[in-house]
């Protein structure tokens, strides 16, 4: 199986102030078809998780375009412009390259 | 918008059935993959099984294998999970979730039910 590791696992940050979020696969997540099958999804407290990016970097429908992804290979990263508080919570990454498909332990963004 | 509406969670004995289902709505179901997910309380997420379109290909973790069955009516747009052999260890919240393009690549979650294994 394709292990995901997330780091870092906490994250406080300022309102308004950049956050950055980094996920490594344990190999390369470029399937055969030459894509990179990498999300990022967003959970708030008590909520189902919502997609944020797909395939390293494409924002998906209602994302704010102050949430970015890039990326390749094995190492990736989510990028929030400016934090706001809704976008408290925690953010998985995720690889759908292969079965099984697999998460990372997730990493929680909280305001200082 | 997509909604996706779990239920038949609840409490059961270890070793019992139980079977979820997701009604699906305000998409085409018949067209597109679906996947169970679930998550243990305070824990993240674990990609439980999937089913293509047409119901025609299923595929399972590890650790469900032989226990549960995924599977769906596509006329009455309802995606279904039937567990057996429950252990405490399947103790979580069971999202479905739709498949957008290929069979994991997922994009909408509905909100969960809660299924919890306890004598």
């Known amino acids: 199986d394709i292990v995901m590791t997330q780091t870092p696992l906490s994250s406080p940050v300022t309102l308004g102030q950049p956050a950055s979020i980094s996920c490594r696969s344990s190999?390369?997540?470029?399937?055969?078809?030459?894509?990179?099958?990498l999300s990022w999804l967003h959970q708030r407290p008590g909520q189902p998780p919502r997609l944020l990016i797909y395939k390293i970097s494409n924002r998906f429908s209602g994302v704010p375009d102050r949430f970015s992804g890039s990326g390749a290979g094995t190492d990736f990263t989510l990028k929030i412009s400016r934090v706001e508080a809704e976008d408290v919570g925690v953010y998985f990454c995720?690889?759908?390259?292969?079965?099984?498909?697999?998460f990372g332990q997730g990493t929680r963004l909280e305001i200082k | 918008q997509v909604q996706l509406l779990e239920s038949g969670g609840g409490v059961v004995h270890p070793g019992r059935s139980l079977r979820l289902s997701c009604a699906a709505s305000r998409f085409t179901f018949s067209t597109y993959h679906m996947n169970w997910v679930r998550q243990a309380p305070g824990k993240g997420l674990e990609w439980v099984a999937a089913i293509s379109y047409d119901g025609t290909k299923e595929y399972y973790a590890d650790f469900v294998k032989g226990r549960f069955t995924i599977s769906r009516d596509n006329s009455n747009n309802t995606l279904y999970l039937q567990m057996s052999s429950l252990s405490a260890e399947d103790t979580a919240v069971y999202y479905c979730?739709?498949?957008?393009?290929?069979?994991?690549?997922?994009?909408?979650w509905g909100q969960g039910t809660l299924v919890t294994v306890s004598s």
């Open positions: 190999q390369s997540l470029v399937h055969s078809d030459g894509t990179t099958y």
């Open positions: 979730a739709r498949a957008m393009v290929t069979i994991r690549q997922l994009d909408y």
């Open positions: 995720m690889q759908a390259t292969q079965f099984p498909s697999t």
